[in-house]
């Protein structure tokens, strides 16, 4: 009889452990899925060349699998909701500040900003590369500078618990940034604008990872008034309307609490500027606010901290704000002589400052080798 059972039990284990597979086979999740968490999915492995890419390889076949089995959703909904009881609030990839502000744990973001997180190699080969990038494009006339949007683990240190907070440690924004000017590089450290401005009230969401209007406000000043531009400064209290309520997150949806979770939030009160339209198709296309007025034309290389925010702002004040994601480094070089920018803007955030191995702007090769 109890042989009987072990079984039964066995082929329900089975089948439970099958299903997901079988499903990742005929549908996986899409990649909108993984992109609601506030990150990029995985990308393939690529071919090993070396040793060390053999050596690296379970792992990116790892991360790419995760982020791509079958019913992915329904069985990350279901072990929150056995882990909240179980193991308290937050969970594995959220941790629960004081007051209840939510923080990004994955790709170590929060170790990140602790300063416990140091990738020496991999920020020396960002610095390397971002700085040919601004060589290429000095070469073609066009003004280069790079901005990082911090962490909100970076910003709210105080509303971490003590192991997360950073003691005067270095961190790879500091390495970054001192990396880049040895090259050459102009940069902007948006950290001390983006921090005074929490005096007028949050500059990041409390159940996301990205910051609010106000945030984003900070940082477009300290890039205008870095590049030369102080005229384009932007007064919050004049471009925030009036506080609504916003529900949700993404950091609360990745503990299943979006449907509960709101805060107070003041969105744009900025006066229509020219035509908005998408440059390309895709998840993150490129895209342009054409503000039909002669000036200067910027191109902004980010990621979602920049995406919404900072066109609206930039169309204020010049003839066209074009937006790239900057694909972790392999955006597509071509789009630089098809939007013809004068200055280009490089932002991708603090979590995402270092590039995907080997990766690289496509259509670059070329370029880089005239230059030798």
Known sequence: MLLSHRRYFAALAFVALAAPLAVGVVRPDGAASVLKEGRRPAPAPSVPESLAGLADLPGQLDAYLKDRFGLRQALLHAYRQIAKPMLGFGGTSVLIGRNGRMFYLGEDTVRQSAGLLMRDQKVSEAAGLVAEVGAALERKGIRFLVAVPPNSAT???????????????????????????????????????????RAGGDVYYRHDTHWTFRGAIAA???????????????????????????????????????????????????????????????????????????????????DSFTASYFPPLLAQHVARAVWMHFQHCAFDWGAIDRYRPDEVWWMPTERALTCDPGARPLDFAAEAAAAK
């Open 155 to 197: 910003i709210y240190q105080d509303e971490l618990p003590v192991w997360a907070q950073n003691r005067g440690r270095d961190t790879e924004y500091d390495l970054l940034l001192r990396s880049l000017r040895a090259r050459g590089v102009e940069t902007v450290d948006l950290r001390p604008a983006v921090a005074a401005a």
């Open 220 to 302: 477009f000043n300290a890039v205008a008034a870095a590049d030369g531009h102080p005229d384009w400064r932007i007064d919050a209290e004049s471009a925030l309307a009036p506080p609504i309520v916003r529900k949700g997150g993404d950091l609360a949806r990745m503990v299943g609490v979006e449907d509960s979770a709101t805060e107070p939030a003041r969105m744009w009160d900025l006066p229509p500027v020219g035509t908005a339209r998408n440059l390309t198709e895709g998840l993150t296309p490129d895209a342009e606010i054409d503000a039909g007025r002669p000036g200067p034309t910027v191109l902004i290389l980010g």
